[in-house]
């Protein structure tokens, strides 16, 4: 019996026929694995993976299944599991899941804990939570460990500042790094899971509306895209004057938060900072305001703020707490401020986690590769692989591109040719 604490077993045939259908969405992950799945290359490695428990990833752990990792997986946050999809894992893949839709903090720990006792050789984390369990509590496990990889922007963030302190015991490739995954994944994955997310809780018509987006990073620049898309009005509020300055030339309307706030219908943060949307911004933000966070941990708009304001809270649909304020006015917070993406819709579309997930078996393989030395810390994922996704995505795709000529090649490396 494969070890599990999911929600129910008899999920388990709809979440295989919901995987087979993402399958289907995903050639470069499958050409890979079919390509190794003989060779089996990572026999008997075992995997830990602290990840969304979606159909896309279960494709991606079925594909190091395939190619002989032993593979053991946890949630990386409370609200993202599909629950049938855990199920089919564990019983028609034969793959411990340790996942619950809705579980409590402690019980996501519990799980973390469950994936370490599996002592994995290699970690898989989107969010950095696994990495950060283990160098706070089971330090013994580091010398075992070959490398782990990094899915999203927060969680680099985090190993970074954990690199910096001298406290990274063990190698880690940034797959979020990788070209083929920050400028599709975050960019056109965000930008359209993030607007199903809000339209799928709120059935709210975008078109007309004020629609703000907090961060104009590779995530908010997908927001801000497709919320214009759907005829909203769209304001972007930033820091970084580089990025305000480019979101006011691709011709969004930039000011201050606070400014902001008191005209928008929506506002979705994606920054991966704290408490974006503060206490000042809730004090005049408009009436019947809904709050989305697309930013990985539940910190981006300050809740408790929010509680302390309000006299009562109210849930009118799935995914949505309208609080009744003080003041009489109504804020409506999706998904309880976890990322509304994967908390109120399924996440990012299939062929998009394609290619991410092509750089995490990539990236899995080239750490275990006898040939590879990396030191701890974090590295990039290498260029010939991010090369190589791009390469068999356009092939998938059914796209071909021009050649450089060999005068252009020479004409490239030559410095003595001008006009
Ligand atoms: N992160 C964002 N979308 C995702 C998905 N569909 N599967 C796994 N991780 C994700």
């Known amino acids: 019996m494969t070890q599990s604490d999911i929600k129910d077993p008899a999920l388990a045939p709809q979440g295989a026929r919901r995987i087979e259908w993402a399958r289907r969405e995903m050639p470069v992950l499958n050409a890979l694995m079919e390509e190794t799945a003989h060779e089996r290359p990572l026999a008997g490695i075992r995997v830990g993976g602290c990840l969304h428990i979606t159909t896309e990833t279960a494709n991606l752990a079925h594909a190091l299944q395939a190619a002989g990792a032993e593979v053991v997986l946890c949630a990386s946050n409370p609200l993202s599991t599909q629950d049938d999809v855990a199920a089919a894992l564990v019983v028609e893949y034969g793959i411990p899941v340790f996942a619950i839709h809705g579980e409590s903090t402690e019980t996501y720990y519990r799980h973390i804990g469950q994936v370490i006792a599996h002592r994995p050789q290699i970690t898989l984390d989107d969010g950095a939570d696994l990495v950060s369990e283990i160098h706070k509590h089971h330090r013994d496990l580091i010398p075992h460990i070959l490398g782990g990889t990094e899915e ?3 969680g680099v963030i985090r190993l970074r500042a954990m690199a ?4 990274l015991g063990y190698p880690i490739i940034a ?15 965000t930008g359209q ?6 339209i799928r809780a709120t059935n709210i018509l975008l078109a007309g509306k004020v629609f703000t987006v907090v961060g104009y990073g590779w995530c908010g620049r997908g927001i801000a895209m497709r919320a214009r898309g759907h005829g909203a009005r769209v304001i972007v509020t930033e820091v970084e004057p580089l990025r305000a300055l480019e979101a006011a030339m691709d011709g969004y309307q930039v000011m201050p938060l606070r400014k ?3 005209l928008s219908d929506f506002i979705v943060t994606a920054t ?3 408490h974006v949307v503060d206490e000042e911004h809730l004090a005049v933000a408009k009436d019947g305001c809904v709050l989305a966070n697309a930013g990985h941990f539940n910190v981006e708009i300050n809740i408790p703020a929010l509680e302390a304001m309000s006299v009562d809270r109210q849930r009118p649909r799935p995914s949505v707490d309208e609080y009744r304020l003080r003041d009489g006015r109504t804020l409506r917070l999706l998904a309880e401020g ?15 986690m394609d290619m991410s997930f092509a750089n995490q078996f990539l990236s899995v393989r080239h750490l275990t590769e006898g040939t590879t030395t990396l030191s701890p810390g974090v590295h990039r994922v290498p ?3 991010d090369r190589e996704v791009a390469r068999r995505k356009l092939a998938a795709m059914n796209l071909e591109i021009d050649q450089l000529s060999e005068e252009q090649r020479r004409y490239l490396s030559s410095w003595k040719e001008g006009t």
């Open 338 to 352: 976890r990322l509304v993406n994967l908390a109120a819709a399924e996440g990012h579309p299939s062929a998009v």
């Open 175 to 189: 797959v979020n790094d990788a070209m083929t995954k920050h400028l599709f994944d975050n960019r056109y994955g």
């Open 152 to 154: 999203t922007t927060t």
């Open 193 to 198: 899971s993030a607007l199903d997310g809000v």
């Open 383 to 385: 260029e010939e692989l």
């Open 260 to 262: 902001a706030a008191a």
């Open 272 to 274: 991966g900072d704290k």
């Open 164 to 167: 910096a302190d001298g406290a």
